[in-house]
């Protein structure tokens, strides 16, 4: 019965975290118009992006292990993240991830959405991205770490739901992490977040 419990109340935690995104994204009308964005005026802290052609992959478990969430409709939110990404390549994406995890009491998750292939336009790329999700607030470019190309970060809250957004792009990929839930957040998360999903091609 405990478990029950416990399983009941890891599927309401998930089903606010959707909705509170879901309502971040149709309240905006994301359509990945190029619309300006606050971060695009802001100094840009881009770094080199990686020589050598990249790929996107799903981690076991991500951060300091947590879990992937079991929840179908986070998973399916992350995909539909990464599907917006892939008209920003020129050409096929050559890998592609869309996954959510979870703190074991639900109370924060993280969906991760990316992919790989030829990007010509890493800062028109997250242009595009920001600017379909005007609700966001402080959006800054932050340092991208080792994996080099342009990173911004922006916050909002709604359903009574607190969200982080980061972005990436770079030569070789385009990526997001999302942050929903309680849980404090830092752009070292989202680089070591980052650093999990991004790999070389060899």
Same mark, same amino acid.
């Given at each position: +019965?405990?478990?029950?419990? !416990?399983?009941?109340?890891?599927?309401?935690?998930?089903?606010?975290?959707?909705?509170? *995104?879901?309502?971040?994204?149709?309240?905006?009308?994301?359509?990945?118009?190029?619309? $300006? %964005?606050?971060?695009?005026?802001?100094?840009?802290?881009?770094?080199?992006?990686?020589?050598? $052609? +990249?790929?996107?992959?799903? &981690?076991?478990?991500? *951060?300091?292990?947590?879990?992937?969430?079991?929840?179908?409709?986070?998973?399916?939110?992350?995909? !539909?993240?990464?599907?917006?990404?892939? &008209?920003?390549?020129?050409?096929?994406?050559?890998?592609?991830?869309?996954?959510?995890?979870? *703190?074991?009491?639900?109370?924060?998750?993280?969906?991760?959405?990316?992919?790989?292939?030829?990007?010509?336009?890493?800062?028109?790329?997250?242009?595009?991205?920001?600017?379909?999700?005007?609700?966001?607030?402080?959006?800054?470019?932050?340092?991208?770490?080792? +994996?080099?190309?342009?990173?911004?970060?922006?916050?909002?809250?709604?359903?009574?739901?607190?969200?982080?957004?980061?972005?990436?792009?770079?030569?070789?990929?385009?990526? +997001?992490?999302?942050?929903?839930?309680?849980?404090?957040?830092?752009?070292?998360?989202? %680089?070591?977040?980052?650093?999990?999903?991004?790999? $070389?091609?060899?």
């Amino acid at each position: +019965m405990a478990r029950t419990r !416990q399983a009941g109340a890891g599927e309401r935690a998930a089903g606010v975290a959707v909705l509170a *995104l879901t309502t971040l994204l149709t309240a905006s009308g994301c359509s990945g118009a190029a619309n $300006p %964005v606050e971060g695009a005026s802001l100094p840009r802290t881009a770094s080199p992006s990686p020589a050598a $052609p +990249m790929r996107v992959v799903k &981690p076991e478990k991500l *951060l300091s292990g947590w879990p992937e969430s079991t929840s179908g409709t986070l998973r399916d939110q992350a995909q !539909q993240n990464t599907d917006t990404f892939k &008209p920003f390549l020129d050409g096929e994406a050559t890998s592609e991830v869309g996954a959510a995890y979870a *703190l074991l009491d639900n109370s924060t998750t993280i969906l991760v959405s990316g992919v790989s292939g030829r990007v010509t336009d890493s800062k028109g790329s997250l242009d595009k991205i920001f600017a379909a999700l005007p609700r966001l607030s402080d959006i800054q470019p932050i340092r991208p770490g080792p +994996m080099g190309g342009e990173a911004r970060c922006g916050k909002g809250e709604t359903q009574d739901v607190k969200v982080h957004v980061c972005a990436w792009a770079d030569n070789h990929t385009i990526g +997001m992490v999302t942050q929903l839930g309680s849980s404090g957040f830092s752009p070292n998360k989202f %680089v070591q977040a980052r650093s999990q999903i991004e790999r $070389p091609l060899t």
